[in-house]
Nanobody, 122 residues
Framework: QVQLMESGGGLVQAGGSLRLSCSSS????????MGWYRQAAGKQRELGAS???????NYADSVKGRFTISRDNGKNTVDLQMNSLKPEDTAVYYC????????????????WGQGTQVTVSS
């Protein structure tokens, strides 16, 4: 079973930076899209950024120009560099990974991490 683990969250002042990392364990033959979602208190989980296996990126309008997503295909890890943080970025951040276990013909699954808290103070 594939497990994802986030790290790097914490408390930072507005205007500061944090770097989130997501590592994986378990059998992954190939990873496809990977991403970072976030969920603020009382709100639905929303996409922050995603990256394809070919390094095509997609960002929510609210984080464009401030966040940068990157991945290491060899290690099946994904990072999120967050700059110019705002109080509205406060949320639990979750990474995810779409992967195949044994071959390109095997079914695709999605794994989620348990989340890491990011708090931005004003």
């Amino acid at each position: 079973q594939v497990q994802l683990m986030e790290s790097g969250g914490g408390l930072v002042q507005a205007g500061g930076s944090l770097r989130l990392s997501c590592s994986s364990s378990g059998r992954i033959f190939s990873s496809n899209a990977m991403g970072w979602y976030r969920q603020a208190a009382g709100k639905q989980r929303e996409l922050g950024a995603s990256i394809s296996s070919g390094d095509n990126t997609n960002y929510a309008d609210s984080v464009k120009g401030r966040f940068t997503i990157s991945r290491d295909n060899g290690k099946n890890t994904v990072d999120l560099q967050m700059n110019s943080l705002k109080p509205e970025d406060t949320a639990v951040y979750y990474c995810n990974c779409d992967y195949r276990r044994s071959s390109y013909l095997s079914p695709e699954f999605r794994a989620w991490g348990q989340g890491t808290q990011v708090t931005v103070s004003s």
